[in-house]
């Protein structure tokens, strides 16, 4: 494991509330235990639990909701994630979150973006390049410290409408000079049609914003073939596929963002000996190995590397180049790519 921890490494599969630390959690439901908002034992045995069924997990991130959507919160969660990610040497991280509107709290959608960002820029244990043009960091002045891309997805939850789906597009591209690079479908799988976040997803691909949709999941069939055919940058997770969409997935070289420990513990995956990533990983079909949520799966991405090289037999050769393709299939521009493709090849050299 601490090889693991020791090479660089890209991060593209991560949703921010899934990433929150059981210790803050805990700290959280406390609080709200104590004012009467939640009973915090109840709360306790839910976080506590380790294997969930993916409609478990769901009911997990409405309660972890419930925690964490004030805006101090946010800006916390999103300062500690980032920092956690940085220190087990991720080197680039594209974090995922859905935008959320509360009234009650005077929350819209942009002002929880605002808390994300704000979390961003009170990270204190690396530099963070965040902007496009490499203009926006929060270094300080001569600074010598660890330096860590970050970039962010905006999710479109299944849950919502076309209107709410389109308005999380409108937001991103508002956002883009801060780092939102793209829009990730996601959300309880079995919730909604793909027919009503399709008009905001074209919009969305039409002004040149990325797009990475959770795919397969579920075996569904149709709608996984109308996924491909849209011909996303990325897809995650692709469990559930038939022999055609196999194929079809194959031929149009869409990579696939692999979470081992999420799909067996959600026993999306019965066995890891039967995943599929060894299948991809054969024919050189490109994937990258992601975390999903670190916090909810009790996982880490030296963890993940770690847990590929055990139940696959990979060496550190392959493990170490694993780790540096992923670079091809970040969603930012050539000149991050060629910094990166620089760290990775220090890297080797200490390594060796
Ligand atoms: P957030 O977007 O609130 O920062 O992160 C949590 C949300 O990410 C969940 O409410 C859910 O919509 C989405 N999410 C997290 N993990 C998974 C997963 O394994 N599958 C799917 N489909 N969605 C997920």
Sequence with gaps: LEWCVSVPKVELHAHLNGSVRNSTLFELARVLGDKGVIVFSDVENVILKDDRTLHEVFKLFDLIHILTTDHSTVTRITKEVIEDFAAENVVYLELRTTPKRNDSIGMSKRSYMDAVMEGLRAVSSVDVDYSPAGLKTNTFNGSMRKKMYVRFLLSIDRRESTEAAMET?????EMRDLGVVGIDLSGNPI???WSTFL?????????????TLHCGEVPNQEEIKAMIDF????????????????????????PVEICL????????????????????????????LCTDDSGVFSTSLSREYNLASSSFGLGKTEMFQLAEIAVNFIFADDGVKADLRATFEEAVKKLN
Excluded: M
């Excluded at 597009?169 to 591209?173: G, N, Q, Y």
């Excluded at 011909?231 to 869409?254: Q, T, V």
């Excluded at 026993?267 to 079909?285: A, G, M, N, P, R």
């Design 169 to 173: 597009v409108k937001l991103a591209l």
């Design 191 to 193: 919730v909604g049609n």
């Design 199 to 211: 008009p905001a997803l074209k919009f969305a691909k039409e002004q040149g914003l990325y797009i």
């Design 231 to 254: 011909l996303p940058h990325r897809i995650g997770h692709a469990c559930c596929f038939d022999e055609e969409n196999w194929r079809k997935l194959k031929s149009a070289k869409i």
């Design 261 to 288: 420990t999420s799909n067996i513990r959600t026993e999306t995956i019965s066995s890891i000996d039967i995943h599929h990533f060894v299948d991809l990983y054969k024919v050189k079909h490109p994937l990258v």
